[in-house]
């Protein structure tokens, strides 16, 4: 009885232990299913279809291969919501990342009187040491603050010659911001005149590199007007300025669209500048030139708040009495008027005596007619050496007595105002200066009238006709690069570079080409050239390359010795792959041996738009100079 009390008890211990195990099994396994289901349906809901989950027991494992690594920590954290976080096992892979894109090389370059400034990052292969050398040759060792990074990538073809070019556009801008990319440049500087603007603009666009954007914000501060001139005609020609000077755009527009009123056809100049006596300019210009209008003729000279205007020969007393009386009373305050009606021509007068001075194109100056003393004389020819050259000037002026007591600082005045023409005539009498020619500077005629406004006063009478030519411009008048390769080819379509037989050396005959090449480039400034050398197809393709590579480096040495820019030519040797002529017979091989100046133009690179510029207005008022970006112009 008591053995089988023992065996009862025991079997309803194991009985219960079965039972409980069978049942912490299938609570198990409910958790895992029930966290497993909860946690994919999380994982599904979101898009993270790539993870697979997996239980066992309490843990739950994540598996599969993550597209980027924010993506795992994602499905980790979602797993977390669902279940305990500590029972999550990561067991998730990450994608292999894509090449990493290289870095956007681009320097700063900052240029004021403290020094230079260099900001950014460059390719880990830049000579450092190079760079810091070639800024010292081009800007006479100014100082330099080398501020860079680098990175060890590989960098655009563009991205040298981006750079060689904006150190060489340094070595131009005293005070410049240059910021350079791969694939644009863009610079913004300041310049003393707008002669200097024009020059500068002109010689950075033709030494562009190719394939390289450009964009040029060069300023020139407004000049200082002294004194503030304006002078308007109407004669036997027509309606004109002969100078003209407002002080905003706002009166440069106003005091032009009077001018058209009264019969101005061409478009006019007007100098925007500082110094204007009052800011009713315009209102005063206005009013003085419908005057002129009203009268049919004569001229009106501002110099500064003084106004004189001069009636033509003929006016009728009334007409003048009104229509100066009008301009006297309708003048702004401050202005004061001078009202001249010329009395009519007595031809009983003896003649007035005369000075002339006249400047050939050849840059002989002749002067001849009257002066006061010898001393004058002599002063005179002084003064004229020492405006044109000692040599080129022939005095014939004879002294003559009973000459007005201003006589001398009227014709020392008539050779100042010739030193502004490129060739012309300066007539002076009694009772006129006259000042006739042509020039290379578009604002001479206004620097002559106030020239003369400020050393004769603004009631004197005289006249200006100065023409501006284009030719004579030392900037407009420059060849084109087209132009350029056009006169070298017609230099050697008649002679030939020859080289001495199997050598780089050129023949005795090639120095006067040479020098001819070099009269041409010298004037045609800094263009983008190559210099091609060409051989027969005599001797091994190796050493033709290297023969005609050679030839080539050989003329650009010359040129150099002759003292022409070559930062901007390049030397190639093609040797006997671009022949023009048959290699079979003695004269084809004579023509293919040949040297070649090709002009290098860019290819078209079209224009993007950066989010920066599409934020900025166009024509936004109170700008120096409007930023143009352009590839590379051809010209």
Not at 137 to 155: C, G, K, Q, R, W
Not at 180 to 193: L, T, Y
Not at 212 to 229: C, D, Q
Not at 279 to 302: K, M, N, S, Y
Request: glycine content about 6%; aromatic content about 4%; some cysteine.
């Amino acid at each position: 009885m008591r053995l089988s009390s023992a065996f009862t008890i025991a079997g309803t211990f194991t009985g219960a232990a079965v039972l409980a195990v069978v049942a912490a099994g299938f609570a198990v396994s409910a958790i895992e299913d029930s966290s497993r289901r909860a946690v994919r349906d999380t994982l599904d809901r979101v898009g993270l279809v790539w993870a697979d989950v997996d239980t066992d027991g309490l843990q739950l494992f994540l598996a599969g291969t993550a597209p980027s690594e924010a993506l795992r920590f994602k499905a980790l954290s979602l797993a977390g919501t669902v279940v305990d976080a500590a029972r999550v096992i990561d067991q998730m892979l990450v994608e292999d990342a894509a090449d990493i894109a290289p870095p956007r090389f681009a320097i700063e370059i900052l240029r004021n009187d403290s020094g230079i400034s260099l900001i950014g990052l460059v390719p880990a292969a830049t000579d450092r040491e190079k760079l810091l050398a070639d800024i010292a040759s081009e800007t006479d060792d100014v100082t330099v603050a080398d501020l860079l990074d680098s990175a060890d990538y590989p960098y655009p073809e563009t991205w040298p010659a981006a750079l060689r070019y904006a150190v060489r556009s340094l070595g131009k801008l005293p005070r410049a911001k240059i910021s350079v990319s791969a694939d644009r440049v863009e610079i913004k500087a300041m310049v003393d005149s707008t002669e200097a603007q024009r020059r500068i603009e002109t010689d950075l666009a033709r030494a562009a590199p190719d394939n390289v954007r450009l964009a040029l914000a060069i300023s020139a501060p407004r000049p200082v007007i002294t004194p503030f001139t304006l002078r308007f005609v109407i004669d036997e020609t027509g309606a004109r300025f002969d100078s003209c000077s407002a002080d905003t755009e706002e009166t440069r527009e106003r005091i032009l669209r009077a001018a058209g009123k009264a019969g101005v056809q061409s478009k006019a100049h007007c100098v925007v500048g500082m110094g204007v006596p009052s800011p009713q300019w315009a209102r005063a210009a206005e009013l003085a030139i419908a005057a002129v209008a009203d009268l049919g003729g004569g001229t009106v000279t501002f110099s500064d708040a003084d106004v004189a205007l001069l009636a033509p020969e003929g006016t009728s007393q009334s007409l003048f009495d009104d229509v100066a009386g009008k301009l006297e009373a309708e003048l702004p305050e401050v202005f004061a008027l001078t009202a001249t009606l010329p009395p009519p021509p007595d031809a009983a007068q003896p003649a007035a005596p005369e000075f002339v001075a006249t400047l050939s194109p050849e840059g002989q100056v002749l002067i001849r007619g009257r002066v006061g003393s010898e001393t004058s004389r002599e002063t005179v020819r002084s003064f004229a050496k020492a405006r044109f050259s000692s040599d080129s000037v022939h005095l014939t002026a004879r002294v003559a007595e009973g000459l007005p007591r201003d006589w001398s600082i009227r014709v020392l005045t008539g050779l100042e105002a010739l030193s502004y023409l490129s060739n012309g005539v300066v007539t002076v009498t009694p009772d006129n200066f006259g000042v006739q020619g042509n020039t290379g500077r578009k604002s001479a005629s206004a620097e002559i009238a106030q020239f003369l406004a400020e050393k004769l006063g603004e009631a004197e009478k005289y006249t200006i006709d100065v023409t501006y030519k284009e030719a004579l411009d030392p900037v407009a008048g420059l060849p084109t690069p087209d132009e350029c390769e056009a006169q070298i080819a017609a230099i050697q379509a008649g002679r030939k570079i020859n080289f001495e037989p199997g050598s780089a050396k050129i023949d005795a005959q090639g120095a006067a080409i040479m020098d001819d090449i070099a009269d041409v480039l010298k004037k045609c400034g800094e263009i983008r050239m190559e210099i091609g050398g060409h051989t027969d197809s005599q001797g091994s393709e190796d050493m033709n390359v290297q023969l005609s590579l050679a030839r080539a480096r050989a003329v650009l040495d010359e040129l150099r010795m002759r003292r022409v820019l070559t930062s901007s030519i390049d030397a190639k040797g093609y040797g006997e792959s671009v022949p023009i002529a048959d290699n079979g017979t003695e004269e084809g091989r004579e023509t293919n041996r040949r040297i070649e100046f090709r002009l290098i133009r860019p290819e078209p690179v079209a224009d993007q738009q950066t989010a920066l510029e599409s934020l900025e207005e166009p024509g936004e008022e109170g700008t120096e100079a409007e930023e143009t970006t352009q590839d590379k112009p051809t010209e």
